[in-house]
């Protein structure tokens, strides 16, 4: 795998995880709003379904659309233990 297609595989993977806590968040609201368990199972299947096609049609977009390059911010750690002997 090319070290471009790594990037965009981080980048596809940073969208999922925020939309998968946005979803949670909404179905945890969604779940005191609608205490009817019916109506709050066909709610939640629309929530996901609704989130699972925005994370697929934007991983679509950035695959055609962009040339992703990962750069790793300042606050990332980097630890080297030496070896004794």
């Known amino acids: 795998m090319e070290k471009i297609d790594k990037h965009k595989e981080k980048i596809n993977q940073m969208v999922k995880d925020e939309i998968t806590r946005m979803f949670e968040k909404i179905l945890d609201y969604a779940e005191v709003a609608v205490p009817n368990n019916e109506q709050y199972k066909k709610l939640r299947s629309k929530i996901l379904?609704?989130?699972?096609?925005?994370?697929?049609?934007?991983?679509?977009?950035?695959?055609?659309?962009?040339?992703?390059?990962?750069?790793?911010?300042?606050?990332?750690?980097?630890?080297?233990?030496?070896k004794r002997k």
């Not at 989130?51 to 750690?77: L, P, Q």
């Open 49 to 82: 379904r609704v989130g699972n096609n925005c994370i697929r049609d934007i991983h679509k977009g950035i695959e055609r659309n962009f040339n992703v390059k990962y750069k790793a911010s300042n606050e990332t750690i980097i630890e080297v233990m030496h």
